[in-house]
């Protein structure tokens, strides 16, 4: 079975410009989820789909935005970029357990993202 | 704020050595999972414990959980120069996001 795939997995930007990150889940998990990683501040939650849906969403500003398509594959979007918006951008998906989704994560390799 | 901190933040040991890592948190959760990540790359689960778990083993890996301290062990026994690593905690409770602590970067030295 594949793992979760990310692309691109770099990229360069300069500040203003924006850019949309995609993440394939592993076949059959409807749920998805990124994080941002910094040295500085961790592995910071940004949001979360199932089935299309947002379910949760982490304290960022609406630069960033997601979806999810029906497929389960989904895609972040920064736009006007910051230096501070450099970052790894990890996604992962997971099956939900009877609904609550407290099963363990997938990772792909991350998108790292650096803005000039 | 993040939800789980690890301790100690850096470990470095002979192989061989066990190595021991330390997760507290500060709300309810149904579980708490440990993640590994090497270099730049993706986070790998390692094992999970429910909240009415109190100790879990998987391969070399040993992992405790008290609820009542709200905090967590990973052991790794018999270290190896391939368990250099960061190793992260994360926890969740019911309908909420993951949170991952800060992490441990573990090294081992061959």
């Known amino acids: 079975k594949a793992g979760v795939t990310q692309t691109p997995r770099y990229l360069i930007k300069t500040r203003g410009q924006q850019v949309t990150l995609s993440c394939s889940p592993i076949?059959?998990?409807?749920?998805v989820s990124w994080y941002q990683q910094t040295p500085g501040q961790g592995l910071q939650f940004l949001f979360e789909y199932f089935s299309e849906t947002q379910r949760n969403k982490g304290n960022f500003p609406g630069r960033f935005s997601g979806r999810q398509f029906s497929n389960s594959r989904s895609e972040m979007n920064v736009s006007t970029l910051e230096l501070g918006d450099s970052a790894l951008y990890l996604c992962?998906?997971?099956?939900?357990?009877?609904?609550?989704?407290?099963?363990?994560?997938?990772f792909g390799e991350g998108s790292r993202l650096t803005v000039l | 704020s993040q939800q789980g901190e690890e301790d100690p933040q850096a470990l470095s040991i002979q192989e061989g050595e066990n190595a021991t890592m330390n997760c507290s948190y500060k709300?309810?959760?149904?579980?708490l999972q440990w993640y590994r990540q090497n270099s730049g790359r993706g986070l790998v689960h390692l094992i999970l414990?429910?909240?009415?778990?109190r100790e879990k083993h998987s391969g070399r890996l040993r992992v405790t959980l008290d609820t009542s301290k709200k905090s967590s062990s990973l052991l790794i026994t018999a270290s190896r120069a391939a368990d250099t690593a960061s190793y992260f905690c994360a926890t969740r409770n019911y309908g909420q996001n993951f949170v991952f602590g800060p992490g441990t970067r573990l090294s081992v030295l061959p």
């Open positions: 709300t309810s959760i149904n579980n």
């Open positions: 414990i429910r909240s009415n778990e």
């Open positions: 076949s059959g998990h409807r749920s």
């Open positions: 992962a998906s997971s099956w939900p357990l009877r609904g609550t989704n407290t099963g363990e994560l997938f």
